[in-house]
């Protein structure tokens, strides 16, 4: 019964990396877009 559990909770940890990736990109493109708007 155990296996299921572990098989999730480490989906949940790999989910957990893959969303502060996401949101490190996005505070990258913003900030490029700023920089990107600032020149006009």
Do not use: W
Not at 2 to 23: G, Q, R, T
């Amino acid at each position: 019964m155990s296996a299921p559990f572990d098989k999730i909770a480490e989906l949940e940890d790999k989910i957990e990396v893959i969303e502060k990736l996401i949101s490190q990109n996005v505070r990258i493109l913003e900030e490029i877009t700023r920089i990107l708007t600032g020149r006009k």
